[in-house]
């Protein structure tokens, strides 16, 4: 005869319940919140992609550094904007819903994961690592306040154009790092500006980080 006290007995069964019923209903919860969250997309297919974000590795790496969730699920948009590069179809369409969501702010968060930019701004930054809360603290302040530390340049805009608003956003600034991006036909814009902006900042060191049809300029500050 089991010398377990059957009160106990029941009152473990009862417990596990609960606890599998409350684990069981938070997973419930938190399906249905970022279902909701991703509903303004319209786009089964692409919403589908979204969620295959979660769990890739370079996503579980920015979850380190980076805590705001709204930062990080822009993050996610970011990678899926990657994902649909050969669908121009849908990365418009995904980009449009981003930016009439999020604004142009939030669109640019996005277009910083998408155009490989987040990657490498991190690993610059790491080369001068003081402390991890002081990287997640300066890749949270440059993602709230993108347009300080970024330039992402049209297709429709002019050379002058770019020129001018690369010196202004700069020299009003004073950011450690100032990145200049553009993609497919901007790229081409972003290598014609190269050489007079380099000659303006004459307090940055260029590195230029470039693939496919992307085109990115890297100014690190100098320190003297």
Same mark, same amino acid.
């Given at each position: 005869?089991?010398?377990?006290?059957?009160?106990?007995?029941?009152?473990?069964?009862?417990?596990?319940?609960?606890?599998?019923?409350?684990?069981?209903? $938070?997973?419930?919860?938190?399906?249905?919140?970022? /279902?909701?969250?991703? @509903?303004?997309?319209? /786009?089964?297919?692409?919403?589908?992609?979204?969620?295959?974000?979660?769990?890739?590795?370079? %996503?579980?790496?920015?979850?380190?550094?980076? $805590?705001?969730?709204?930062?990080?699920?822009? $993050?996610?948009?970011?990678?899926? %904007?990657?994902?649909? *590069?050969?669908? %121009?179809?849908?990365?418009?369409?995904?980009?449009?819903?981003?930016?009439? !969501?999020?604004?142009?702010?939030? %669109?640019?968060? @996005?277009?910083?994961?998408?155009?490989?930019?987040?990657?490498?701004?991190?690993?610059?930054?790491?080369?001068?690592?003081? &402390?991890?809360?002081?990287?997640?603290? !300066?890749?949270?302040?440059?993602?709230?306040?993108?347009?300080?530390?970024?330039?992402?340049?049209?297709? !429709?805009?002019?050379?002058?154009?770019?020129?001018?608003?690369?010196?202004? !956003? $700069?020299?009003?600034?004073?950011?450690?790092?100032?990145?200049?991006?553009?993609?497919?036909?901007? &790229?081409?814009?972003?290598?014609?500006? *190269?050489?007079?902006?380099?000659?303006?900042?004459?307090?940055?060191?260029? *590195?230029?980080?470039?693939?496919?049809?992307?085109?990115?300029?890297?100014?690190?500050?100098?320190?003297?």
């Amino acid at each position: 005869m089991s010398s377990k006290d059957p009160i106990d007995s029941i009152a473990s069964g009862v417990t596990k319940g609960v606890l599998d019923w409350s684990t069981d209903l $938070v997973k419930s919860l938190a399906k249905k919140f970022r /279902d909701r969250k991703l @509903a303004f997309i319209q /786009d089964n297919e692409t919403i589908k992609l979204v969620r295959e974000q979660y769990n890739s590795g370079e %996503l579980n790496f920015y979850k380190i550094y980076i $805590v705001d969730k709204d930062l990080l699920f822009l $993050v996610k948009l970011g990678l899926t %904007l990657r994902k649909l *590069e050969e669908n %121009l179809e849908r990365r418009t369409n995904l980009r449009n819903k981003i930016f009439k !969501k999020y604004e142009l702010r939030g %669109l640019h968060i @996005a277009q910083f994961v998408e155009n490989g930019i987040l990657s490498r701004y991190t690993a610059i930054l790491i080369d001068n690592l003081i &402390s991890i809360e002081d990287l997640k603290k !300066k890749i949270a302040n440059t993602l709230n306040d993108i347009e300080k530390y970024a330039l992402f340049v049209q297709a !429709k805009e002019s050379d002058r154009a770019v020129i001018e608003l690369a010196r202004t !956003k $700069v020299f009003a600034n004073s950011p450690d790092i100032f990145v200049i991006s553009g993609i497919s036909p901007a &790229s081409e814009i972003v290598k014609r500006c *190269e050489v007079t902006i380099t000659k303006l900042l004459t307090d940055y060191e260029l *590195e230029r980080f470039s693939s496919g049809h992307k085109e990115n300029l890297f100014y690190k500050r100098i320190l003297k």
